[in-house]
């Protein structure tokens, strides 16, 4: 699955930083929100927005200063790169 990157519109959070980036399946819906820190967030249009055949590596984010998460269960997500915390959850939708 593609890695999507993602800036806060206003702010930055402890959590994700000013930018990170998510693991996403194509026809899944962009993020809105941080699952970070629940402030607004847009996708930043990058290669991976033109060339939807190419994926971006969550290392190679990380070497632009993107930290990847993955959402591994509802309202968890674990970073596979780059700096930031490990485990986000969210404390809406976490078990
Ligand atoms: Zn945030």
Known sequence: MPVYEYEHVFDECEIAGTTFAVVQGIGEAPLEFCPGCGLEVRRVVSQ????????????????????????????????????????????????
């Open 48 to 95: 991976v927005s033109v060339q939807v055949r190419r994926s971006t590596d969550p290392e190679k984010a990380a070497a632009r200063g993107f930290t990847t998460w993955k959402r591994s269960e509802q309202g968890v997500w674990e970073k596979l790169a780059g700096s930031g915390v490990d485990v986000i959850l969210d404390p809406d939708k976490a078990p």
